[in-house]
């Protein structure tokens, strides 16, 4: 049979339940002045009554969560409260000499000029300073919002004030959501440092800031060592080293993250010139005015976009994209239509004509654009940065990697399992014999250059987010392109990868060291060793068909 | 007998291009210096600076030819030895300076008292001696071409690959020289240059002087070149150009072959350099710039590679249209020195001797040809039209024999 008394739920299904009605009560009693008396009529009442008064509407303002208070409240508590006698308004005075600059306490708002005589300062006592402080505490650390536990929590651990200690410790025992907690832990580990306490605590507060890491947390340990006892000395030292060693282990994250945006801009930049150099033996020097045009491209599409269909803005580079690509393909099927095709076997009369029509390429822009640099905005996906494990990453780079690793995905199915790969691929090991087994020959030479520079293009609507967008957008690329393609290996889609990543990451470890100019040089001097050593880059194709 | 050889060691063309320029040397000063202001014969100051520099710019040209229309070299960084070689120039002019800098330091340029160095760097040491200045205008380019060059023949590194890293190497120099740290003065370069060998650089008896001694120079290096290519050597130089795998398996290592003509090729870049600078009154990293020795490819394209002389064609025509363009139409001097790269690639890649030269040729053919017809009874063979042609392609100075197409790579 049930009975209440004998099972054990009860009891605490009654407590709970008395709990309940009674911090009902104390709140509709706290709440039902509160209610009738807004926050400034609780402000105005200060200046009021004795010591222990001020204290009860101290805890009544608490009550009102109103965020406002928290910098009335450590005014009072400083002791730079006044109150203006004839109005009774509540305020802080700044300025010197008589009469003083009044700002309202509450809202910070200012409000004009006051006789030094007319304004008596509130008066506080210890007693009435700890429920200040308490009362800051509900406001802040106690507060039922996350956000303002957690931003209270950062400010307590910059200002790492031992008098917060106590205010932190109460709230940590309430505290049940784990981020918020650990902020508080580390606020008081931060506090507890600057006080004099037993080894024991010290060390337990070194091993959380230790834990927390980061160059505060190394600040702090640092200004700690110091006054620090002699035990807890090497628990300090301990604690440097770790934060010392893990931010030089973060240094070289955010260095290998810098490498592989700068390897994956090169990456964009070179892979249309591993098809034309690499796949068709074309020395392609417009290669970079290519890249330009595709800059521009997205230049005018965005303008369009700006007139006609603002609402189209975030999409405004995938539009560029497909335009870009068919633009800067078209033209370079022209150019080879034009004049690389009477070029063939002459690499270097082939270098000095696409060098001849990047002038004319740049003239032209020029002359269409003007020389100035043109502002090529980014959709609102593409700005601001995210923070990954530390690592500051913005979301251009971001997108930026992956859209060069998915270009180059494409690029590599293309050539290996598209029928165009295939004829591109047989044309360029033997041509005479492609041909013979019915291969249109020309039609794949012009495809192919198209192909390489629609790649530039795409590669120029990605750059146009980093970059200037001027006439000269484009020679600022191409010997770091043909450096890339000829370290990896002509002729091989890998090797500019490889090339590519490799460069840019040895060029972002070599620039805190050397300066990024400097690192740019021991790069190229490399790259010309290098190719001493291997006359054929990294990934050298074997076989009879590369034999000088 | 011993003239008649050394003539024709020299050619024929090339020696009636050196006594022209050296009448030039002599011509162009005499009308600066002797006829009065305002006399229509006489050459202003500004011309003579500008014909000077043209001179300075054909030297290069020259310089380039040696290796690209001899060797096959095609190298897009020569502009860096005329800018090392016009860089030691230079430093000798700055040292000439004295105390008459603005911070009227007298042993240190502007430059470093601005940049608050203390004392003069070590590869400075020196360079207040004319003489050990001009040794370093030819070894210091000598020697970046003999490492250089050492390395990359020796590894077989050749064709457009030679040609990247040579661009990849001037793009260095030129990143190098823009840093402060460096010691040439940065961004600014050396300039404000006041006296060489004790006279005022800006005189126009020093400048006149330093026009005849460009020309001689030209002059001087045209027939060295010529006397190289006329050699044994200079037919080693064309085998390992046209065929170098066939060279090397006859026996010969055209590496050496190469290094010779590249270390050559970039002393006189360098020379050209050194007289560049006193005559301009300026050098500053922009020199190095790769788009600068890619336009020396182009003037030495179009006056005709492999002709010596045709360069310093060329180099003067393309810098006379560039100065008139950018002085009438600036806008369109890009367009025209691109269409001018596209033009002579596909239309003229014999350039303009060897195109007169072609034209020659056909007019003497025809010529003979109608000879032949009006006189068929004629008895002697030596009028024989294929005769003719077949001694005109076997000549060893015709500009890459028009039927063989260079070695692609």
Redesign the interface.
Known sequence: MFSLSDTPLWPAAFRAVRMFVLSLLAALLLLAPARAQSVEDLVRQLPEGSFSDRAAVVSQLAATGDARLVSLLEALAAGDLNVVEETGAVVTLSGRGDPLDATDALTGEGVGEVAKASVERIRVNNSLRRAVRAAIGQLTVMSPNRNTRLSAAGAMFQAADPENIPLLDEAIAQEDDDGVRRAMEEARAASMLRTEASADDFAAAVDVIAARGGRASLGILTSALPAASDEARPAIEAGIRAIENRLALLNVAQNVWYGISLGSVLLLAAIGLAITFGVMGVINMAHGEMVMIGAYTTFVVQNVIRVSFPGLFDWSLAIALPAAFLVTGLIGIAIERGIIRWLYGRPLETLLATWGLSLIIQQAVRSIFGASNREVGNPSWMSGSFDFYGIAITWNRFWIVLFALAVFAILLVVMKRTSLGLQMRAVTQNRRMASSMGIRTPWVDALTFGLGSGIAGLAGVALSQIDNVSPNLGQGYIIDSFMVVVFGGVGNLWGTLVGALTLGVVNKFLEPYAGAVLAKIFVLVFIILFIQKRPRGLFALKGRAVEA | MITQRLLNALGGKVLWVAAILLVIAVLVPASNLLLPVGHPLRVPNYMVALLGKYLTYAMLALALDLVWGYVGI?SLGHGAFFALGGYAMGMYLMRQIGDRGVYANPNLPDFMVFLNWSELPWYWWGFGNFWFAMLMVMVVPGLLAFV?GW??F????????L???T???T??LM??F??NDMGFGGNNGLTDFKDILGHPVQASATRATLFAVTAIALAAALLVCSAITRSKLGKVMVAVRDA??RTRFIGYRPEYVKLFAFVVSAITAGIAGALYVPQVGIINPGEFA??NS?EV??WT?IGGRGTLYGPIIGAVLVNYAKTWFTGAYP?LW??A??????A???FL?KGIVGTVGDWRTRWRDRRAISAAKIAPSGTDDSSDPPKVVRARSADPAAPLGASK??P??
């Open positions: 095609l250089f390395f990359a020796r590894s077989r590194v050749t064709g457009v690959y040609s990247i890293i661009q990849a190497m793009y260095a990143l190098s823009f840093r170098e795998s790769p788009a890619i490819v182009v394209a806008e890009l367009f020195l691109g269409g001018l790269f596209v002579v690639t596909l890649p197409p260079q692609a790579e």
